[in-house]
C-alpha cells in the first residue's frame, strides 16, 4: 500500500488526484491540506480517512475540528499544518498541489523528512530550484514532475541519458488569444481570460496560460527538472495540445508524448513513478485528428514569455520577483482592479528595480516576494 499526502486537496490537481486513489486500492491517504473550502475537505476527511487536516485559516480549522469531531483525526492550520502534512506520519510520497510560493517551505520540509515529491506547484523551482534539486538529491528524494508538459519531457527521456538531450520542445496551446495582437488585448474581460480552448484548470493558471507566464514559469521549471541550459528549452505553440513536450537528442531523433488534454495521466505516471498502469478516460483517435499544427510563440504581444526567459537567465532572486509580480498581478486581475495587460506591465515594472541576490536561501526569496509586493502597492494603488 503506498501512502500519500495531499497539500491543496480541494483544488483542481488535488481533486484529480483523489479520483485516481479511487481507482486503483494499492493507495491510501494520510493528510490532507487546502486552503479554504471546509466543506469539500470535511467531504474528502469523512472518505479517505487522513490521520491529518490542514487548513489555512485558524477560523477554519476551528469549524473544521467541530465538524469532523467525531474522527481520529488531526486538524491543524496555516503554515504549521501545512508542514505537519508535508512531513509527519509515514506518507511515501507528497503530492504538493498548492498554489503559488507557499509551496516552498512544506516541500522542503517534505524532502527532508525522505518523502518522494509528485510536483504541480511550479513556483517552488521557479524560485528555490538551486535549493530544491540539490537537497532531493541529498536526501535521496524523487522529483516527480506533475504538469502535463513536464511528465511529457520526463515520458520522453525515459531510458535516456541526460547528456544526450540537444534541445527541450516545450509545447503550449497558445491561449485563448492566440493570434491576437497587443491592441486586442487591452479590453479583454476576466471572463475572455478564464475561458482556456483545451484545458480546464484553476483560475489563477488559467490566465497565466491566457497571458502565457505559465509557460514561461515552466522553462524555468524545465531548467531545474531536466538539468538544462536556457538555450536547449524551446517553446512551439501546439494549439490543439495534442504533443504535450518533445525532447530533441543530440543525433537529430525526437521523441514526443502525445495525449488527450487530461491531467490524470501525468498525475497517476507521478504517483506510479513512471510505471504504466491502466487509466480511464478517452483516448485519442487519429482517424479523425485533422491536424497538429505548430507555431513559433509571439513573445513581443505575449511578454511574460520574453520575461520569464529574462528572469531565469538573470538567476537568483530575479526568478522570485517574475513570479511574485505575477501573482499579485494576477490576484488584482481577478478583483477586476488591473486590466489585463498591466499583469506584465507590473512584471517588467517590478525586474527592472529589483537588486539581484545571488543564491537567495528560503528566508531570502520570501524576503524578496514581501519586498515585491511592498514596491508595487507603492506604485500601482489598487
Known amino acids: 500500500m503506498k501512502k500519500i499526502a495531499i497539500l491543496g486537496s480541494t483544488g483542481s490537481i488535488g481533486t484529480q488526484t483523489l479520483e485516481i486513489v479511487d481507482e486503483n486500492n494499492d493507495l491510501s491517504v494520510t493528510a490532507l491540506a487546502a486552503g479554504s473550502n471546509i466543506e469539500l475537505l470535511e467531504k474528502q476527511i469523512r472518505k479517505y480517512r487522513p490521520a491529518l487536516a490542514a487548513v489555512w485559516s485558524e477560523e477554519k480549522a476551528r469549524q473544521l475540528k467541530e465538524r469532523v469531531a467525531d474522527l481520529p483525526v488531526e486538524v491543524l492550520s496555516g503554515m504549521d499544518g501545512l508542514l505537519a502534512a508535508a512531513s509527519q506520519g509515514d506518507a511515501d ?22 518523502r518522494d515529491i509528485a510536483l504541480a506547484n ?60 497587443t491592441e486586442e488585448l487591452r479590453s479583454i474581460r476576466v471572463e475572455d481570460a478564464l475561458k482556456h480552448p483545451n484545458w480546464s484548470m484553476g483560475q489563477k ?12 514559469l515552466e522553462v524555468i521549471e524545465a531548467r531545474w527538472l531536466f538539468d538544462v541550459e536556457f538555450d536547449q528549452i524551446e517553446v512551439v505553440v501546439q494549439p490543439q495540445s495534442v504533443i504535450h513536450s518533445m525532447v530533441e537528442f543530440v543525433d537529430g531523433g525526437i521523441i514526443a508524448q502525445l495525449g488527450t488534454p487530461d491531467m490524470k495521466l501525468p498525475i497517476q505516471y507521478a504517483l506510479y513513478e513512471a510505471a504504466r498502469l491502466p487509466l480511464s478516460g478517452s483516448r485519442l483517435d487519429f482517424k479523425t485528428l485533422k491536424q497538429i499544427s505548430f507555431e513559433a510563440p509571439d513573445m513581443e504581444t505575449f511578454r511574460g514569455l520574453k520575461l520569464a526567459y529574462e528572469a531565469g537567465r538573470c538567476g537568483g532572486t530575479m526568478p522570485t520577483v517574475f513570479n511574485a509580480a505575477n501573482e499579485w498581478a494576477v490576484g488584482r486581475f481577478l478583483k477586476r482592479k488591473i486590466g489585463f495587460l498591466e499583469i506584465t506591465d507590473i512584471i517588467d515594472a517590478s525586474m527592472a528595480a529589483h537588486e539581484v541576490t545571488e543564491n537567495p536561501s528560503v528566508e531570502q526569496i520570501l524576503e524578496t516576494e514581501a519586498s515585491v509586493y511592498e514596491f508595487i502597492e507603492s506604485r500601482w494603488n489598487v
Open 122 to 181: 511550479k513556483e517552488t523551482l521557479v524560485t528555490a530550484g538551486h535549493i530544491i534539486m540539490p537537497l532531493a538529491k541529498e536526501k535521496g528524494v524523487k522529483i516527480l514532475p506533475v504538469d502535463s508538459e513536464h511528465s511529457a519531457i520526463f515520458q520522453s527521456l525515459k531510458g535516456e541519458k541526460k547528456e544526450k538531450i540537444s534541445r527541450i520542445l516545450l509545447t503550449a496551446s497558445g491561449g485563448p488569444f492566440r493570434g491576437r495582437k
Open 93 to 114: 510520497m507528497v503530492v504538493t498541489a498548492v498554489v503559488g510560493m507557499i509551496g516552498i517551505r512544506p516541500t522542503v520540509a517534505a524532502i527532508k523528512a525522505g
Open 205 to 216: 493558471i488559467t490566465v497565466d496560460s491566457a497571458t502565457m507566464v505559465n509557460k514561461g
